[in-house]
T-cell receptor, first 113, second 116 residues
Framework: EDQVTQSPEALRLQEGESSSLNCSYT??????LFWYRQDPGKGPEFLFT???AGEEKEKERLKATLTKKESFRHITAPKPEDSATYLC??????????????FGQGTTLQVKP | GAVVSQHPSRVICKSGTSVKIECRSL??????MFWYRQFPKKSLMLMAT?????????EQGVEKDKFLINHASLTLSTLTVTSAHPEDSSFYIC????????????FGPGTRLTVL
């Protein structure tokens, strides 16, 4: 069964303290892995798409990497405005036509000043 | 680019009434739209997938007569919660995919439904 697991469930950092969030997946053929940010009471905001092992993407203080079993989202020198829930989602090859995603449960990040 | 809107953002209704939620892609044509439901501090639960001009495909356990989905144009999909009950109270979010070989789904801001 296709599955996405994110860890930790919650993470508290001091401003400037770098860390990583993990997204482990089990899927029968990965078409793509997606990272989203969700603020309370709002819809998810698209961040990155990763397609193949070894791929890396960067956006400001965020960097995402992909291996054959997991993806890491590194945050360098976070700021309080980076506080949000970060969602990871995978799309199996069998869902290429439909575009369906399988979401993890999310990691809630809190960055304190 | 890739902006998706939802209306209304919040709705409170009495038990037994029907509520319609609109989802629009503002700057692209969405061949496929998705409807999700999210419970507090939980991840997104896919309810159904809709393609323009065809019937929606519902996920297992989602009542199609309860949650009516219409995707009448390439920029508009609607979700109607029929005969709403308090257990239907939730955060409903739509997303849209352009279908131009891109896989990313772009999400709307969500609709908070409260059924009294």
């Amino acid at each position: 069964e296709d599955q996405v697991t994110q860890s930790p469930e919650a993470l508290r950092l001091q401003e400037g303290e770098s860390s990583s969030l993990n997204c482990s997946y089990t899927v029968s053929g990965l078409r793509g892995l997606f990272w989203y940010r969700q603020d309370p009471g709002k819809g998810p905001e698209f961040l990155f798409t990763l397609y193949s092992a070894g791929e890396e993407k960067e956006k400001e203080r965020l960097k995402a990497t992909l291996t054959k079993k997991e993806s890491f989202r590194h945050i360098t020198a976070p700021k309080p405005e980076d506080s949000a829930t970060y969602l990871c989602a995978v799309q199996p090859f069998r869902s290429s036509n439909t575009g369906k995603l399988i979401f993890g449960q999310g990691t809630t990040l809190q960055v304190k000043p | 680019g890739a902006v998706v809107s939802q209306h209304p953002s919040r709705v409170i209704c009495k038990s037994g009434t029907s509520v319609k939620i609109e989802c629009r892609s503002l700057d692209f044509q969405a061949t496929t739209m998705f409807w999700y439901r999210q419970f507090p501090k939980k991840s997104l639960m896919l309810m159904a997938t809709s393609n323009e001009g065809s019937k929606a495909t519902y996920e297992q356990g989602v009542e199609k007569d309860k949650f009516l989905i219409n995707h009448a144009s390439l920029t508009l999909s609607t979700l109607t919660v029929t005969s709403a009950h308090p257990e239907d109270s939730s955060f409903y979010i739509c997303s849209a995919k352009s279908g131009r070989g891109l896989n990313e789904q772009f999400f709307g801001p969500g609709t908070r439904l409260t059924v009294l």
